[in-house]
Nanobody, 120 residues
């Protein structure tokens, strides 16, 4: 139902734009978020956005570098990642639920993940 894309290999300081397209149902009424998981680490919240796009939340580690946005007409959420650092390397997942939050356990819709690798 959620298909993430746009990952890849980039040098430190570079940029990537992730996309997450929904299919099978509309997510225009849902809170959508991006999470990431590095090897050996727990899945962590990166950014989230309300259904209207009016409220956006970010992890402290990405504030000022990442921007989340959504296009409800296209049923798609984006994550623009700038000034990437090697510590941003992880598998990135998009997810949805009805009320938001930063705990991955509260999200019931998940995409398959896209790998982001940042070289130093």
């Amino acid at each position: 139902q959620l298909q993430a894309s746009g990952g890849g290999l980039v040098q430190a300081g570079g940029s990537l734009r992730l996309s997450c397209a929904a299919s099978g149902r509309t997510f225009s009424d849902n809170y959508l978020g991006w999470f990431r998981q590095a090897p050996g680490k727990e899945r962590e919240f990166v950014a989230g956005i309300t259904w209207s796009g009016g409220v956006r939340s970010y992890a402290d580690s990405v504030k000022g570098r990442f921007t989340i946005s959504r296009d409800n007409a296209e049923n798609t959420v984006y994550l623009q990642m700038n000034s990437l650092k090697p510590e941003d390397t992880a598998v990135y997942y998009c997810a949805g639920n009805d009320w938001g939050g930063s705990s991955y356990r509260s999200y019931n819709y998940w995409g398959q993940g896209t790998q982001v690798t940042v070289s130093s």
